[in-house]
């Protein structure tokens, strides 16, 4: 990463908002911070980084409700993800930067839009919902690092309650960041830029869960889905504008 403190604090900045809004929600911090990191690191770099902070936020999160977790649902949804992952890092390697902007504003676009409606899928239900949640969830992740709406829309349409849905997600969070980054390796980042996205890591914890105490859970998730609905449409407007003919 280059730019010096300005990008950097920038940087540090998206990180503290996605985690705030992960402890906040549960879900979003890559729907919320991935098209800002890619705009601000390029896809490559961008993606890399958003595996990492959303693997780490994840983890903390898990922290509350481990023993709420739906193992036996995270077989299937884990070992799909596992097929696709190495496919999701093969396919964004060889894409032009304004392809990959144009096709990582459209997945989160109409991954918002979906998880927004509450799409009833009859495909997504069952064990073979399962498998087509984390098949697809684990090509997005790597690819374009929003994988966690597939599997939102899986637990949608199987019927989970809240509280075994939070904390199942944060535990596919790691495992699907985790596999992603075996892939592709860790991102390349300066020391101030690992030292400010940690940073905005554990300020991101706090600042979440103080405001989960005073935030409805409802109005979360609204702010959720609008702030990744303006970055999926930022990020899909610079891939088309570069790909534009001169």
């Known amino acids: 990463m280059s730019g010096g403190w300005p990008a950097e604090l920038i940087l540090g900045g998206i990180i503290l908002a996605g985690a705030s809004v992960q402890r906040l929600a549960g879900i979003g911090f890559a ?5 800002a990191l ?19 936020i994840s983890l903390i999160g898990l ?3 481990w023993r709420r977790v ?31 902007l144009a096709g990582m504003g459209a997945l989160v676009t109409a991954a918002v839009l979906l998880v927004a409606y509450g799409a009833r899928l009859p495909a997504l239900r069952g064990s073979p919902g399962a498998l087509a949640a984390g098949a697809a969830s684990g090509f997005m992740n790597s690819s374009a690092g929003v994988g966690g709406p597939a599997m939102s829309l899986y637990a949608v349409n199987a019927d989970w309650p809240v509280r075994e849905f939070v904390p199942s ?9 985790a596999l992603s980054l075996l892939v592709k390796g860790a991102p390349r980042l300066t020391g101030p830029a690992w030292l400010l996205a940690t940073a905005g890591i554990a300020g991101g ?7 989960a105490d005073r935030i409805p859970e409802v109005k979360a998730r609204r702010l959720v889905l609008f702030l990744a609905l303006a970055g999926g449409l930022t990020t899909l407007a610079k891939g088309l504008w570069e790909l534009a003919p001169r």
């Open 63 to 65: 922290a509350d409700g």
């Open 31 to 35: 729907l919320v911070a991935a098209p």
């Open 38 to 56: 890619v705009l601000l690191l390029g896809p490559a770099q961008g993606v890399l980084l958003s595996n990492a902070a959303s693997g780490a």
């Open 205 to 211: 914890a706090v600042v979440g869960k103080v405001l």
């Open 169 to 177: 997600a944060q535990f596919y969070g790691v495992a699907v960041n």
């Open 70 to 100: 739906r193992l036996r649902a995270m077989v299937p949804l884990v070992a799909a993800a596992a097929c696709t992952v190495p496919a999701g890092a093969w396919v964004a390697a060889r894409l032009p930067q304004s392809v990959l």
